[in-house]
């Protein structure tokens, strides 16, 4: 039977999405997270159904993934290195290559040939997503890595009859800060569950459909970007750049600008555009702060004779051009900005010394990126890394 041109086009799709080529997604909003393959630092549990339905299609899916695998350095130590390990199911799932099975694309083929073989007896026609995604997020706990883990689903059919509930077990595994991404493929009798791209995190669903993978490609290809626990990544959905290198943190404690330390690499969030300005005010403060009618921002200006420049986490000059415009002239003495609520949702840029009044803040620094591989706590990996 010849590969499906559904299933053909989501691994062609798959490809551009595990090859990862870094794209200059930059542009006015910020900086691009950085997305190269082969320096990934990740766990990554492949899910791929085995049942009547997809029995097939096995040996292409498997050719092409591997194929895709090729573009990562596959190795089970070192920085900018992935693991891979495998889960195959139908009623019940295995874990037919592990993280610590030895690590290159021969032993995870033999691993899932292993699988295919096991699988033969099985007649049903029903597979359980929610076994498979337990085993995967069990592998991932129990492996007690700090490598960024992502799971990545191949199915073609859909059940949530009985005790076993996908959404549930897809819910576990993202509400944990795992992403999950999920490819649909049709199955042998041509139908396509709508279903299994609901268990996707944001982003993450390929329609199998569609030549044309846009943002889940970028999602995937960016597991490596990731922000601190507790901070918050700039999404922009105008933008057909969705993973900046940008993450933010909102303080509601009261201090004066010229004391605020946000650590090292960071600095008072950049708001130099509208959309930007609308992503911390609509998701970031309400997050970490009390309908505060004032922040510090990072925009600063060493005397009245100097031009006003935003903050950058790679210290490029970014000057102050015509947004926000400021409410009224700056005085003489003002160095530092700040946003005023004065009505409603409308925010207006100030100015005045940074020694005057106090006001809560909100932190920028750059995200964890292939360039600057981070564990699951947000850490650089200055060291060399736990497996």
Known sequence: MMLSKKLL??????????????????????????????SAWLDLVIVIELTPATLEQHSALMGNLLSDLSQFNIAANGDHTTRVALVTYNTTATV??????????????????????ASKGYTGQTASIAAGLKKAYDVITQSGSNRIPGVVLFAATYDNK?????????????????????????????VVSPDIA??????????????????????????????????????????????????????????????????????????????????????????????????????????????WQWFTTDNTNLQWTTFPLFSSSPLPTDVVGYMHNDYGFHWELKSDDSYTNSR????????CDTNNICDRQGNFRAAKPKL
């Not at 969705?242 to 404690?253: H, I, K, P």
């Open 9 to 38: 086009a989501s691994l062609c799709a798959l490809l551009i999405v595990l090859v990862a080529v870094q794209v200059n997604g930059d542009d006015r909003h910020g900086k691009s997270c950085a997305r190269k393959a082969k």
């Open 360 to 367: 809560p803040y909100i932190c920028q620094k750059a995200a």
């Open 162 to 190: 009985g005790t076993d509930n996908p959404i549930e077990a897809a819910l576990t595994i993202k509400g944990d800060m795992i992403n999950l991404a999920t490819v649909t493929f049709e199955a042998a009798n041509g």
């Open 198 to 307: 609901k268990l996707a995190s944001d982003g993450l669903a390929l329609d199998s459909a569609k030549q044309n993978p846009g943002d889940f490609a970028y999602a995937v290809a960016t597991l490596n970007c990731v922000c601190s626990p507790g901070w918050t990544r700039l999404i922009i959905n105008s933008s057909s750049e969705r993973f900046y290198s940008d993450c933010f943190f909102a303080q509601d404690t009261q201090v004066l600008p010229a004391f605020i330390n946000c650590g090292t690499g960071a600095g008072l969030v950049t708001v130099n555009t509208p959309e930007r300005l609308e992503f911390i005010t609509d998701t970031v403060i309400p997050d970490g702060m009390q309908n505060p009618k004032f922040f510090s921002i990072g925009l600063t200006r060493t005397d009245a004779s100097a031009s």
């Open 96 to 117: 037919a290559h592990a993280f610590t099975d030895t690590q290159n694309l021969a032993a995870i083929k033999s691993s899932f040939d292993a699988a295919v073989a």
